[in-house]
């Protein structure tokens, strides 16, 4: 089929490469829109520089919630279901694109899409920073170009028949929505299902961080709501520790302390993690700390650091055992040698 520009966007060529069912669809604001994409270069190769289904699962964007690249909007509300249609878009509507793709690939990999971002407007993030951690991205943003991207659109939602998501949520639904996350993954771990616990306190952190990042750092709401997140990460820990995800809480807890230099529970979460691990040195130091910190604890530190010099030697003799097992094995199997 030949290429046709869409009359309201110029720098946008559309050409349809198999058909879809029915009508248009109708897409009112906070319509849920389904889709599955790849993002090839302009050059000879047509290089790809994503594929949704590599990632494992389609995206979805709603309609009217302000997406980052608004373009997208415009190119799958002319599309029919189950439509595979191939758009060329100009540089000047692709130059978000790095910053998408970044928080799309964070998001696959189960982390929060706005990891390192500072409070500024999302081209101000664009070039604050010298890489977005994927060098192909970084080509991108440094050259802005023409983008293809070829889109099939699975499915439009009704927008009452579904679970509404942070994406299309105001700022007052999002902190009417965590407290009721918080009781959901308190009531979750009570009936020792830790996973799905953990999960509750992880989209509420992520909600709480969505509504923290439009505030100016320093600011009182900024910092309230960074107090917020501090229970809910201890808990998400918590429930880690008991999954014993230990580098998970090392790496949790790490985070959370760089921004709460005197929380206590969250160094004593770190070094029941450390403990875990046999990470002797960096558990007697956080162990310390606790006991700084608040002295009423002095009592549990002492215990916490006589188990670990117990476990410590306990794990000595088993690896000296093990040594000497080997050395054992390894004579006698000299010696045969020697004999034969």
């Given at each position: 089929?030949?290429?046709?520009?869409?009359?309201?966007?110029?720098?946008?060529?559309?050409?349809?490469?198999?058909?879809?069912?029915?009508?248009?669809?109708?897409?009112?604001?906070?319509?849920?829109?389904?889709?599955?994409?790849?993002?090839?270069?302009?050059?000879?190769?047509?290089?790809?520089?994503?594929?949704?289904?590599l990632a494992g699962r389609p995206a979805e964007i709603f309609v009217g919630k302000m997406f980052k690249m608004e373009i997208w909007e415009s190119l799958l509300t002319s599309m029919r279901v189950g439509e595979v249609a191939e758009f060329w878009c100009d540089a000047v509507h692709t130059g978000l694109y790095p910053i998408v793709s970044k928080g799309m690939r964070l998001i696959a990999q189960g982390k929060d899409p706005l990891e390192g971002q500072k409070h500024m407007c999302g081209m101000g993030n664009l070039f604050h920073y010298h890489s977005t951690g994927f060098p192909e991205l970084d080509e991108i943003m440094r050259n802005p170009q023409p983008l293809i991207f070829i889109m099939e659109l699975l499915q439009v939602g009704d927008p009452l028949s579904y679970h509404r998501e942070s994406w299309m949520m105001e700022k007052d639904e999002k902190l009417q929505t965590v407290p009721v996350l918080h009781m959901q993954g308190n009531a979750l771990v009570r009936q020792k299902q830790f996973r799905e616990a953990a999960s509750k306190y992880k989209e509420a952190v992520l909600l709480l961080k969505t509504v923290q990042s439009r505030e100016m750092p320093g600011d009182v709401d900024y910092i309230n709501l960074g107090r917020m997140i501090v229970p809910l990460e201890l808990n998400y820990c918590q429930c880690m520790l008991e999954l014993e995800e230990y580098y998970e809480v090392i790496e949790h807890t790490t985070e959370l302390l760089e921004k709460h230099k005197d929380c206590v529970k969250g160094y004593y979460k770190r070094a029941k993690a450390h403990a875990a691990v046999w990470n002797e040195k960096e558990a007697r130091r956080d162990f310390s700390t606790v006991a700084q910190l608040d002295i009423s604890l002095a009592a549990l530190v002492r215990r916490e650091l006589k188990e670990l010099s117990e476990r410590m030697k306990e794990k000595y003799w088993e690896e000296k055992e093990q040594y000497w097992n080997m050395l054992e094995k390894t004579e006698g199997a000299s010696k045969q040698e020697e004999e034969e």
């Open positions: 089929m030949e290429e046709t520009y869409l009359l309201s966007y110029p720098g946008v060529k559309k050409k349809i490469l198999a058909g879809g069912k029915g009508p248009l669809p109708h897409f009112p604001p906070g319509t849920k829109v389904i889709f599955h994409f790849q993002t090839l270069l302009d050059n000879f190769e047509r290089t790809v520089v994503d594929d949704s289904r």
